[in-house]
Nanobody, 121 residues
Framework: QVQLVESGGGLVQAGGSLRLSCVVS????????LGWFRQTPGKEREFIAT???????DYVDFVKGRFTISRDNAKNTVYLQMNSLKPEDTAVYYC???????????????WGQGTQVTVSS
């Protein structure tokens, strides 16, 4: 049983920054890969970044150099630092947990409720 709760979303101007947090509960936290996805109305949920137990990371190309994923096992928390935000980054952002190190949304068994990020131009 794993539960996730996101926070940190909000309204920011283009070029600004936000840090999203996701608190994860469950005994398997340290062994899970944790990912960030985002979704806009009418579109599929899309992969953003993931991090595994040894801090290996993977990012979708369009956020490389702008977003950073990290985790703090002592706090059971995964973060997504988002810099140089663009209007097209506007979406609901979700964190998720998987027993695989994967970009596939279907590999993630547990999901948070999402947090809204809006970037104005």
């Amino acid at each position: 049983q794993v539960q996730l709760v996101e926070s940190g979303g909000g309204l920011v101007q283009a070029g600004g920054s936000l840090r999203l947090s996701c608190v994860v509960s469950g005994r398997t936290f340290s062994t899970y890969s944790l990912g960030w996805f985002r979704q806009t109305p009418g579109k599929e949920r899309e992969f953003i970044a993931t991090i595994n137990w040894s801090d290996s990371t993977d990012y979708v190309d369009f956020v490389k150099g702008r977003f950073t994923i990290s985790r703090d096992n002592a706090k059971n928390t995964v973060y997504l630092q988002m810099n140089s935000l663009k209007p097209e980054d506007t979406a609901v952002y979700y964190c998720a947990a998987s027993d695989q190190f994967s970009r596939r949304k279907y590999a993630y068994k547990y999901w948070g409720q999402g947090t809204q990020v809006t970037v104005s131009s």
